[in-house]
């Protein structure tokens, strides 16, 4: 952990400087009810501490709808929440009729392989479709997940993403490193620190520059510089950088 601090240190004086988590495993402990995914106190109140210093802006991307993210956080002042892996970057996703009508053919799909599947959810988002499977008994959860792969390989049509316990079909191509890119733009930003801990955080920490910091929250083949155990050590990490940023920079 002491090259991290090191390197947080060093980043926390950049500006404009984009800090950006991803929710479910990172901000909030991954629970079998999602609904009551409440975020780590210590690490949103570190983000909104973040987002009140000048020159630093924050959002939490995630695989949830934007509308799930404002339930959960409570819409936190100068925090964006960017939901559908960045497909709800921009207000409404838009989709022309062919992707509506690939979504809910998918839909109607993996809905089959939901009910098949006792415990398993199928989750609708406004870009895409998914199916959940953790609280599907263990030792039919590989069967679960191959049932919904089967199902996107007969939609080619649609992006496959496949995360902790989740298979998801989405109808645009946007994905966290898209967002990440989006963000620095319009925010002009001089570095970018990012952490997440699924498989399509991937997108977001494989856009990431030299002096930008990834990290890996948890284990996993990971493209970030920097990994730390489990989401436990998050809010630590978000209050040390929250620190360093606040103090006055040298002119």
Do not use: N
């Amino acid at each position: 952990m002491t090259d991290l601090k090191v390197v947080l240190r060093t980043v926390a004086r950049q500006r404009p400087l984009l800090v950006a988590s991803d929710y479910d495993g990172t901000l909030a402990p991954i629970v079998d009810d999602p609904s009551t995914a409440l975020p780590d106190e210590g690490a949103m109140a570190a983000l909104i501490d973040l987002a009140a210093i000048e020159g630093v802006f924050v959002a939490v991307v995630s695989g949830r709808t934007r509308a799930d993210l404002i339930t959960l956080t409570g819409a936190p002042k100068g925090i964006a929440l960017i939901g559908s892996h960045g497909a709800e970057i921009a207000g409404a996703v838009d989709l022309d009729a062919e992707q509506q009508d690939g979504l809910r053919a998918a839909e109607r799909d993996l809905a089959e392989v939901a009910a098949a599947m006792p415990g398993s959810r199928l989750e609708t988002k406004p870009a895409g479709v998914a199916l959940h499977y953790r609280q599907v008994p263990a030792d039919r959860r590989m069967e679960a997940a191959a049932a919904a792969l089967e199902v996107a390989g007969r939609h080619t049509g649609l992006r496959l993403m496949h995360g902790k316990m989740v298979v998801e079909l989405a109808a645009t191509p946007i994905d966290k490193g898209h967002a990440l890119d989006r963000l620095r733009t319009d925010g002009g930003a001089s570095a970018v620190v990012f952490l997440g801990d699924d498989v399509t955080d991937e997108d977001a920490f494989e856009r990431l520059r030299p002096d930008d910091v990834g990290i890996k929250v948890g284990p996993g083949l990971t493209a970030a510089r920097f990994r730390i155990d489990d989401q436990t050590q998050v809010g630590p990490v978000l209050e040390r950088l929250a620190k360093e940023a606040s103090r006055p920079r040298r002119q």
